[in-house]
């Protein structure tokens, strides 16, 4: 009997241990994003970017990361936001999106998070500038509020055929 007990208790914690969320935080403009860490590969510095002719406007073309061409998606355009001058915070963060390695623009990476999954609500209409399709909840901290992004609903069907045509 006692053992079947420490058993649900094990049990118990794993179960809680799942719910927790493990988040990279990043911001464009104003606004607080984060990412599922799983996601993220590395976080890199600007670099020397190649563009590519006919490529989507969102795409700013392409890195050689370690001998492998990486296409870099500029997340405020992608997202519709107000264009931006790269600057000394600015960041690529390498990710595996739906099999895909590709880099993302962002302004800043800032934190890595470990946030209870309670505590993200689901997105209220209009709460950001970028379309509710790419937004899994809102996390509700003490003192901000952080917009978690989905990002294997970044790349539709033509968005994945053009950066696999990349690599």
Do not use: C, H, W
């Not at 053992?3 to 118990?12: F, G, H, M, P, T």
């Not at 969102?58 to 600057?87: C, T, W």
Request: proline letters at 4%; zero cysteines; charged letters at 30%.
């Amino acid at each position: 009997m006692d053992a079947l007990i420490l058993s649900n208790n094990l049990d118990k914690k794993e179960n809680v241990s799942e719910e927790l969320l493990q988040l990279v935080t990043l911001t464009l403009g104003t606004e607080e994003y984060a990412v599922d860490i799983l996601k993220v590969q590395e976080i890199n510095r600007m670099k020397e970017i190649t563009r590519v002719p006919n490529s989507p406007s969102y795409v700013e073309g392409v890195i050689n990361l370690r001998g492998k061409v990486i296409p870099v998606v500029n997340l405020r355009s992608k997202f519709g936001l107000q264009e931006k001058e790269n600057d000394e915070r600015t960041r690529i963060i390498i990710m595996d999106i739906q099999g895909i390695i590709m880099g993302l623009i962002v302004d800043s990476v800032s934190e890595v998070l470990r946030i209870p999954s309670n505590i993200v609500e689901p997105t209220p209409p209009m709460a950001s500038n970028i379309s509710s399709e790419f937004i899994k909840g809102i996390a509700k901290l003490e003192d901000r509020l952080i917009i978690l992004l989905d990002m294997d609903k970044l790349l539709g069907k033509t968005d994945e055929t053009a950066l696999i045509e990349m690599n």
